[in-house]
């Protein structure tokens, strides 16, 4: 792994008070050096243009031009953990690939969290660089969880713990090694945006599977303990294509 480097750091908010928090945290913060702080998402865009930075921490909701908004105009090299007070963005921000999704008020060990993951994905970019891998065979391998509402507050899921996910009309209920599933609403569709497509597949029209996960196929199916699943002929195929690429099947 490359040497860990410092992340030049950009804090948008149009909340003062947040600003100044989060501008403190970054300085206090070894990893990070704060390269610049801005009240809307509109300066910190026209900064971006003649001064690129690594990391922003970036509020969502915003007059003009909202943290969302911004997020998609960034350079791949920019990275964001969004910080707002608003869990329903959560999973809009998964989805233009966000590095974290931190809930306001923040505290210190929250952010401090955010941020390791920040340094472990510039670590894992450097390292592949060096190598000569090209980064996008490694960006899309980066993300390591996801955070949910259910039951009116946002869990955390680490993606390579889940074994399935079962779809439930406007919700689905993600089952993981750790045992109780987490219900949230949301759609399999969505999901499927989210999660890795090498390592997750949709193979039925009510289930999604962690392809690193499966022990036992028999007859068609996929079997997670009690549980099996069906592979439907539309997605058999592709399902018989990712398991070979992964394993050696005799």
């Known amino acids: 792994m490359a040497p860990e480097r410092t992340l030049r750091t950009f804090v948008v908010d149009d909340e003062p008070l947040a600003r100044d928090l989060i501008a403190s945290y970054v300085a206090q913060t070894p990893s990070l050096t704060l390269a610049g702080k801005f009240d809307n998402a ?32 960034l350079p791949s090299e920019t990275r964001v953990i969004f910080t707002t007070a608003f869990e329903q963005y959560a999973l809009e921000g998964f989805r233009v690939d966000a590095l974290d999704y931190l809930l306001k008020p923040i505290s210190y060990s929250e952010f401090l969290r955010a941020v390791t993951k920040a340094q472990r994905w510039f670590a894992t970019m450097d390292a592949a660089k060096a190598s000569g891998m090209p980064s996008n065979d490694v960006s899309n391998h980066t993300t390591e969880t996801l955070f949910v509402r259910a039951d009116y507050k ?3 899921v680490h993606i390579a713990d889940i074994l399935y996910i079962e779809g439930l009309k406007d919700y689905v209920r993600i089952h993981t090694i750790a045992g109780a599933p987490v219900t949230t609403q949301t ?11 090498d390592r997750f597949l949709r193979v039925h029209r009510s ?15 996929i079997i997670f303990g009690k549980v099996r699943i069906t592979i439907s002929d539309s997605c058999k195929d592709r399902f ?6 992964r394993a050696q099947v005799l």
Do not use: C, F, W
């Open 42 to 73: 509109v300066d910190a865009l026209h900064a971006l243009q003649n001064d690129p930075v690594d990391l922003l921490l970036l509020d969502i909701q915003m007059p003009q031009l909202s943290g969302l908004e911004l997020s998609r105009l």
């Open 154 to 156: 946002m869990v955390q």
């Open 187 to 197: 759609t399999l569709k969505e999901m499927e945006q989210l999660l890795p497509a």
């Open 207 to 221: 289930y999604i599977v962690n392809l690193e996960r499966i022990e036992v196929i028999e007859r068609n199916q």
């Open 240 to 245: 018989m294509e990712l398991i070979s690429r």
